[in-house]
């Protein structure tokens, strides 16, 4: 196990990176492409982005079915927004590169790309500390990621990739079809009525 001290500012912190991520350098990167940590979950609620209801905090059927995540807070709204935050309803292309942090899960069984929308946000409050805790003064997470994305998993759409919080690239896309026509539901889109 290698150790780093990263210094954004006035404090150090402490960034534990394991043989077993592939992701190097400052910012971590795997060819050629940004890194990010993932963890998966599943709350029934309709997230920071509003994919639900509107008078009720349940989220709409699809928001628990499809590749959907939560985001750490730096990412999903730098200026610390946390609710209809900059990055409700983007896309991204994730990608996991055979990589994982030890003890916190285990190599994918499959390297399959999937895309995920971005409905919610995963706060930088307990019991995300360690994964979610990006800030404008701390820019990584305890593994040393400055993206984190927490899977929607609520019909085991994660889980049955063979992924066990696996790192991955990322790399934003156009939401296509589907994802943009569910997303106008959603009380943070722009088409919401």
Not at 66 to 77: E, I
Not at 132 to 138: T, Y
Not at 169 to 187: A, H, P
């Amino acid at each position: 196990m290698d150790e780093y001290i990263d210094d954004p500012g006035d404090r150090a912190f402490l960034t534990i990176i394991n043989c077993e991520q592939l992701c190097k350098g400052k910012p971590l990167m795997y060819n050629g492409r940004r890194c990010a940590s993932t963890t998966v979950y599943h709350d029934g609620r309709k997230g920071a982005c509003g994919c639900g209801p509107q008078w009720f905090d349940k989220q709409f059927p699809w928001n628990g079915e499809l590749y959907t995540a939560a985001v750490n807070q730096r990412f999903f709204d730098f200026e610390g927004t946390m609710w209809c935050g900059d990055r409700c309803g983007e896309c991204y292309e994730l990608t996991p590169t055979g990589g994982y942090i030890e003890g916190q899960g285990e190599p994918p069984r499959f390297l399959h790309t999937i895309t995920v929308m971005i409905t919610n946000l995963c706060p930088a409050e307990p019991p995300n500390l360690q994964w979610c805790a990006q800030h404008h003064w701390n820019q990584l997470n305890m593994y040393g990621y400055m993206t984190h994305f927490d899977l929607e998993n609520g019909r085991q759409q994660i889980s049955v990739l063979g992924w066990d919080n696996p790192e991955v690239t990322y790399k934003r896309v156009q939401c296509t079809g589907k994802f943009q026509s569910l997303y106008d539901q959603c009380q943070c889109s722009k088409d919401f009525v």
